[in-house]
């Protein structure tokens, strides 16, 4: 693809998303971080769904700590995977709670150290809660800039 078509497409996109952001719904980096763990291949209306009850009692990494895996877990049930997604969460919790004083990291190093986080989910949080110029990347986007030619490669990374 040539740099002109580039920016033809480019232009394209920043016309019909001119402030692009998530659909997930949160009201700090603690709760985007968790509703992009339990997002992984599910989708952001059943997370939105969870969280809402999730968040009513507990929307801090000690509260969800405090919560336990049972109750995390009946709080989830909803979406894929909830079993390894709840244990992900906890021991992020713990980590969060240990190392970082309850607050979500903002470096991809130290986020993709997290149980359940890997880049995407690192790059949608670094964007996202910090403003830091990431993509996050996953199958879809992926195979689409492959096929057109925007970003040609093997492997998400």
């Known amino acids: 693809v040539s740099p002109k078509k580039?920016?033809?497409i480019y232009r394209i996109l920043a016309d019909s998303t001119p402030t692009p952001t998530t659909e997930l719904r949160y009201s700090s980096s603690f709760e985007l971080l968790v509703?992009?763990?339990l997002s992984a291949q599910a989708t952001d209306v059943s997370v939105n769904r969870a969280t809402a009850q999730l968040y009513r009692v507990a929307?801090?990494?000690s509260g969800i700590r405090k919560l336990g895996l049972r109750k995390l877990k009946s709080h989830i049930r909803t979406i894929g995977l909830y079993n390894t997604k709840a244990?992900?969460?906890i021991r992020t919790c713990r980590i969060l709670?240990?190392?970082y004083g309850g607050k979500?990291?903002?470096?991809?190093?130290?986020?993709?150290?997290?149980?359940?986080v890997g880049r995407k989910t690192a790059n949608v949080v670094l964007n996202t809660a910090f403003g830091q110029p990431t993509i996050a990347v996953d199958t879809h986007?992926?195979?689409?800039?492959?096929?057109?030619?925007?970003?040609?490669?093997?492997?998400?990374?």
């Open 141 to 157: 986007i992926f195979r689409v800039s492959n096929r057109t030619g925007l970003a040609p490669g093997k492997t998400v990374l």
């Open 59 to 61: 929307n801090t990494a």
């Open 6 to 8: 580039v920016n033809q």
């Open 87 to 89: 244990t992900n969460i």
């Open 35 to 37: 509703a992009v763990i």
């Open 104 to 116: 979500v990291p903002s470096t991809r190093q130290e986020l993709e150290a997290l149980p359940g």
């Open 97 to 99: 709670d240990d190392k």
